[in-house]
């Protein structure tokens, strides 16, 4: 939300800059010297809302048990869904995750943990290497290479923002009912295919419209899928008793993963071509899909304690 008010204010503050403007002649106009500003200040203010929000926020049933804040934990679970759930939930809890003890590294290397473990880390290299943050962090290049003017840019991006904002509401609606490898499914067959038209239209010099519908079906293919599920199915799959550790590896990747996109992306630009990168994200989300389907596990309506046992049980035997 913050992402898409900060370019929506920049959209429609900024002043019109002629064609044939060169990088001075918009470095020294307004846009260039205070335009820019309001764009990031328009972020501070879901920002501000977030940061009161988040002390509202309970601690997780799970943590305070690790805790020995049994009591607390009990509360947290009776205002999710009642006293008699509360209880069950805690016995389970309190079967999977026992006294608070530091987790040893050699834990995250025995059979069942480290496949599950490299499940979490793939699913977030996935995320990255999808190709989307490219769209995001190049716009500017990726619109102009289509055809489009400075003021033809600056609505693209706010576009993109709108339906990046929209389809999340989407995976929103969906996580619990389609399930979360569904829509991982759904997601990167999505975006691979959209990847191949566009790689096919920058081959064949299309511009204009055609980039930009493909992109934007490329950018609501991820934020109903790939954005916010993977982020579901990390927090997930992991056992109680090492999920925290897990978890930090799996963002640790993900974030990795972030940098490496973006820093090749112009490497493989001037190597491969637009189309030829494109087509490269494709196949990525294409093993993707091989790889969601073979080793995704569907986690909607199971408790943690249940996708846990089915995680780690035949693993250990």
């Given amino acids: 939300v913050g992402i898409l008010g900060a370019q929506i204010v920049n959209w429609l503050i900024a002043q019109p800059v002629p064609e044939s403007a060169t990088d001075q002649m ?153 399930g979360r490898r569904a829509l991982m499914l759904a997601g990167c067959a999505g975006i691979a295919v959209s990847h191949t038209l566009l790689g096919l239209a920058y081959r064949f010099g299309l511009k204009g419209m055609p980039v930009l519908v493909l992109t934007l079906c490329t950018i609501g293919c991820y934020a109903m899928s790939l954005a916010p599920v993977t982020w579901v199915l990390i927090s997930e799959i992991f056992p109680n008793r090492v999920r925290g550790v897990a978890v930090s590896i799996a963002v640790s990747a993900l974030w990795i993963a972030c940098f490496v996109l973006t820093f090749t992306f112009p490497v493989l630009n001037r190597a491969l071509g637009a189309s030829g990168t494109f087509w490269l994200y494709a196949a990525i989300c294409f093993a993707g899909f091989v790889f969601v389907k073979r080793c995704v596990p569907e986690t909607k309506g199971r408790s943690l304690e249940e996708i846990e046992h089915d995680l780690t049980a035949p693993l250990l035997r």
């Fill in 26 to 178: 918009i470095r020294d106009s307004w846009n260039g010297q205070l335009g820019w500003r309001w764009m990031f200040t328009a972020v501070a203010v879901p920002s501000v809302v977030f940061f009161v929000s988040a002390f509202f926020v309970p601690e997780s049933p799970r943590w305070l048990v690790g805790k020995g804040r049994i009591a607390l934990a009990r509360r947290v679970l009776a205002r999710i869904g009642g006293r008699a759930y509360a209880d069950s939930a805690l016995a389970e809890i309190g079967s999977s995750i026992g006294a608070e003890t530091r987790v040893r590294f050699a834990e995250l290397l025995t059979p069942g943990i480290l496949r599950i473990l490299g499940i979490g880390v793939a699913l977030a290299v996935l995320q990255q290497w999808s190709g989307i943050n490219v769209i995001f962090n190049y716009a500017e290049e990726i619109y102009r290479g289509a055809g489009y003017s400075v003021s033809g840019i600056l609505f693209n991006i706010v576009i993109t923002g709108a339906i990046n904002m929209a389809f999340t509401f989407v995976a929103l609606g969906f996580v619990d009912r389609v």
